[in-house]
């Protein structure tokens, strides 16, 4: 369920993220958001190996709950922009705008 509309999240197949189709919200992997970032900017791989995002903590407004497991996602800071996650399922919720948002400070182009 959505966790901001409270209707059946859907997703055309098992490699697709989840999504609102009324509130155009997203419900993806954090593995996923890290491999769409290094397609886009290879240099985001360092050295090492990738496992998790750099995400920082922040204050929200309301509790938003994991469709998932039906914990609070815990409120961040993902390249500045707000995002709800889960890391117990290891996923990222982005509002419609916010992926689209992300997606523009990494490739502006």
């Not at 901001?4 to 999504?19: F, N, S, T, V």
């Not at 919200?25 to 090492?48: F, Y």
């Amino acid at each position: 369920m959505c966790p901001h509309c409270g209707i059946e999240l859907a997703r055309p197949d098992d490699k697709q993220p989840w999504r609102c189709a009324k509130c155009k919200g997203t419900l993806i992997k954090v593995t996923d958001v890290v491999r769409g970032m290094l397609a886009i900017d290879a240099d985001l791989l360092d050295d090492t190996e990738i496992r998790d995002l750099d995400t920082e903590p922040r204050i929200a407004d309301t509790v938003v709950v994991c469709p998932i497991c039906a914990s609070p996602f815990e409120p961040v800071l993902l390249q500045g922009i707000a995002l709800e996650r889960c890391r117990q399922d290891e996923v990222l919720w982005f509002d419609g705008w916010e992926a689209l948002e992300m997606l523009a400070k990494i490739d502006p182009g």
